[in-house]
Structure formats: structure tokens, C-alpha cells
């Protein structure tokens, strides 16, 4: 056999400033492994010096979305398949032990056993553009809670004029009241410090408040143009939508059917029985952030759809829990998202 006729499978372990690439052949035997920068020239030269080794039919990327993610755009683009290989459990890597080398031929190893078959995410479309977007919001929402907080806290324990002076006063105003405070320049009092204190926490809280209103002027719109069939879904707002794209990405036909997506975003339901007890139960698993999108639809749609009310009526009366009810609802939520994403 020739080299250009030989088929060959390549694996990398990627890194911040560097990737290891290795080589196998059709029948797993390790024919080559080398280092590689983690730079435009060093996917380059990686790409060539796998092909180099014969005729290339996939590479197994570790960390496709995170340190290997410019490598997966680059072999994409250049006509390679890609394959997102997750990295080698606690069971092998004690029998086997750690190293790059070891961990670039377990890659290349993964992809030709069939146990590696994920297609990463193409990460360079408009919904890359939302995730990224939504990264930002989702700090400066953590950063507003943070801030009321501190707040809230720190009326608690202050002077009681200064409580005095806001008792009573709903979230809107309070922040209002607080960013106005003046509490001089001497602030060795303990009362004047406090106010200077909440004065600076009530204007972060405001700046929190124009940076989310932003962000969500900038998200929505991108929403719309990436998916305008998911906001005509009932309880489908552009902050689930966003999560919902973020989760499938810009090629969500990777999901190979809507019970790959179910399990994607946790809600394909678990056998979960014992003896004469027969039940299913949530899935645990999943990408968390997304179950929690559809679980947010799902309480949207039993306050204000008239069939999730009826649907859950009709449950409880057969005797359904709450929570079994829930995980029904997200189960045919997810079914309808599936379509939505995959339906052009």
C-alpha cells in the first residue's frame, strides 16, 4: 500500500499555546506524534503534516469549544471532518497515564473505535455572534444581583436614620434614592462612609442596568435573524431563544434527531424504577443552562396557554405529580425547539 493510498485517522490534544498531534492508521497502530504552536502557522502546518501521513479521513479535536476551537474552524474550512472527542475518563488515564502524546493517539484512537461521533459546533455564524453577546449580559446580570445584594445587606446592619430614610421604598426607587446620596467628604463617621458605600453600589447597579439594556438591544435582533421560527413558538422570549441557539450552535443539523437533542438539553427522561415501582425521572445531565431555558417556557406556557392548562388538569387527574407533569411538558418543548432550529 502506498501512502497516498493509506488511510489514516488523526487525534490532538489542544492546549493555550500549543496542540499535539498524533496519527493512526485504519488498524490503530500509532505511526507518528509531534507539537504543534497554537497559532494561525501552527494549524497550518499541523494540517499538512497530518495529510503528509497518508490520505486523511477525520481528526479527533479535544476541546473543540474551548483551546481547540480555532483548530476545528481551520480543518472545517480546509474540507477535514472534525470530530469533538471527550477527553479520556479517570479509569483509562489511570491504567494508561497522562502525556500529550498519550492523550492525542486516545483522541485519534476514539474516532476510529466509533465511542468519539459528535460533530462540533461550526462557531462562525450569527449565533457564535449571540453567544458571545449573551456572555456579557449574563455577567453583567450576575454583576446587578451581586450588587442589590451588597445592598440589601448593608442596609441591615446601617445607622437607623439612613434605614429610616429608605424604609419601605420598592427596588426602582431605592436605587434612585441611594444614587443620589451625598455623603460628604469626611468619611471617617461610620454613618457617612455607609452612605458613600451604598451611593457607589446604587450608580454600579444603574450602569449594570444601561449595559443589560444594551446588550439587549445588540441580542435581540441577531435573534430574530438567526431563528424568527423560534419566537412564534408560545413562551419563547429572546433570552430563551438566544440559550436555545447558544446550545444548538450554527449548524444544528449536527444533532442527529430531536432525541439527540433531548438528551443535549437534559430533558430525555431516565428509567428510574425499582421493584413494583415503574417511573422515569429528569435528566440531570445535559447542557443545564438550556434545560433551564425550556423549563422557563414550560412555566411560561402553564400560567398563559390555554392547552398547557388544559394538559395539566388532564395529567393531575390522572394522578401526575408537579413534577412528572414538568418533565413531560419540557420533553414535547424540546420536540418543538428541535423543529424550529432544524426547519429552514
Known amino acids: 500500500m502506498t501512502q497516498d493510498s ?42 499538512d503534516w497530518l495529510r503528509s501521513h497518508g490520505a486523511l479521513t477525520a481528526v479527533g479535536v479535544e476541546g473543540t469549544g474551548a483551546y481547540g476551537a480555532e483548530l476545528a474552524r481551520v480543518l472545517t474550512a480546509a474540507g477535514t471532518t ?19 502524546p498519550i492523550d492525542a493517539y486516545a483522541a485519534a484512537t476514539a474516532v476510529l473505535a466509533g465511542r468519539a461521533t459528535g460533530i462540533p459546533k461550526s462557531r462562525d455564524g450569527v449565533v457564535e455572534a449571540i453567544r458571545v453577546l ?6 453583567a ?36 434614592t441611594l444614587a443620589r446620596f451625598r455623603p460628604g467628604t469626611d468619611l471617617s463617621h461610620p454613618l457617612a462612609a455607609t452612605r458613600a458605600a451604598l451611593r457607589r ?8 442596568d444601561t449595559e443589560i439594556a444594551e446588550l439587549d438591544a445588540e ?41 439527540a437533542f433531548a ?26 443552562a438550556a434545560n433551564n431555558a425550556l423549563h422557563t417556557i414550560v412555566l411560561v406556557r402553564m400560567r398563559h396557554d390555554p392547552r398547557t392548562r388544559a394538559y395539566v ?22 420536540r418543538e425547539i428541535y423543529h424550529a432550529l432544524t426547519t429552514t
Do not use: W
Open 6 to 47: 493509506l488511510e489514516i485517522i488523526g487525534g490532538v490534544d489542544t492546549h493555550g499555546q500549543t496542540h499535539h498531534a498524533a496519527v493512526i492508521d485504519s488498524v490503530g497502530r500509532h505511526l507518528a506524534d509531534r507539537e504543534f504552536p497554537a497559532s494561525a502557522g501552527g494549524y497550518r502546518d499541523l494540517l
Open 82 to 100: 472534525v470530530i469533538d472527542v471527550d477527553r479520556p475518563d479517570r479509569k483509562t488515564r489511570r491504567l494508561k497515564g497522562k502525556s500529550d
Open 134 to 139: 449573551r456572555i456579557a449580559r449574563r455577567s
Open 141 to 176: 446580570v450576575k454583576t446587578r444581583t451581586q450588587t442589590m445584594n451588597q445592598i440589601r445587606g448593608l442596609l441591615v446592619s446601617a445607622p437607623a436614620p439612613l434605614r429610616e430614610q429608605v424604609a419601605g421604598l420598592n427596588r426602582s426607587d431605592l436605587i434612585q
Open 201 to 208: 453600589l446604587a450608580r454600579r447597579h444603574q450602569s449594570m
Open 219 to 259: 441580542i435581540s435582533p441577531r435573534v430574530a435573524q438567526a431563528a424568527p421560527a423560534l419566537l412564534e413558538l408560545v413562551g419563547v422570549g429572546p433570552d430563551t431563544a438566544g440559550q436555545l441557539l447558544a446550545t444548538a450552535g450554527d449548524n444544528p443539523e449536527r444533532m442527529r434527531s430531536e432525541s
Open 263 to 288: 438528551h443535549l438539553t437534559g430533558t430525555a427522561p431516565i428509567p428510574a424504577s425499582s421493584g413494583r415501582t415503574h417511573r422515569h425521572r429528569l435528566n440531570r445531565g445535559g447542557d443545564r
Open 313 to 334: 388538569t388532564r395529567r393531575t387527574t390522572e394522578g401526575l405529580t408537579k413534577k412528572d407533569i414538568t418533565r413531560c411538558l419540557k420533553r414535547y418543548v424540546a
